[in-house]
């Protein structure tokens, strides 16, 4: 019997084509991830709860339910968040926010700032660059309060990746382009500042 040999027409095409799934996957693997993710995936009661509470959007919800919100208690905390008090983005992207009942409004802040690190975290290096002078000028207008909290944040990334979330979660007093950037992420803000307003 002969040994079956393809074409090298075929394996070149068959090459393109492998080449061309992986360059696909690559490029959409964040996406693939998410609809993997998904498949499983049902968010908890507390979990859709805070998020309603947040006035978080379908879009905010959904980077919210991607991150898998933990409710842990201080332990916890410290043992996933290094120098984080109340909560934060863990390096495998799951969320944990400090249980205290005697404090729901700090959960719901906290659940939504987090979800703002997933989503500044995403955003590609334009948007970032589009989104810079927003928030350096927020900043700046509110500085007599959010730049102590700034203060630990070594790197101008590092300083508007939190300055995202904290702007987001905590000011009102916001450039009216900026403001309208967050509502892709909240339906009514109002709701996670009056949270933050009762924190306080």
């Known amino acids: 019997m002969s040994n079956f040999r393809t074409s090298r027409t075929f394996d070149v095409l068959f090459l393109l084509m492998i080449t061309g799934l992986l360059v696909f996957a690559t490029a959409k693997r964040q996406s693939i991830g998410d609809k993997m993710f998904f498949l499983s995936y049902h968010p908890t009661a507390r979990t859709i709860q805070l998020a309603y509470d947040a006035g978080l959007s379908d879009s905010g919800r959904t980077l919210l339910y991607r991150t898998d919100p933990q409710f842990a208690n201080r332990q916890a905390i410290i043992a996933e968040c290094d120098i984080e008090r109340l909560g934060c ?76 979330s904290l702007l987001g979660t905590e000011y009102k007093n916001l450039p009216t382009e900026l403001e309208s950037y967050y509502a892709q992420y909240f339906s009514d803000r109002s709701k996670v500042l009056a949270a933050a307003a009762s924190d306080n």
């Open 89 to 164: 983005l863990s390096s495998k992207g799951q969320t944990f926010i400090l249980d205290d009942p005697a404090k729901p409004a700090q959960t719901i802040v906290t659940g939504a700032h987090e979800m703002l690190h997933i989503a500044y975290r995403r955003l590609s290096q334009s948007q970032k660059n589009d989104l810079a002078p927003l928030i350096d000028q927020a900043v700046a207008t509110n500085a007599a309060n959010i730049n102590d909290e700034l203060k630990s944040e070594t790197t101008p990334e590092d300083r508007r990746d939190e300055a995202h």
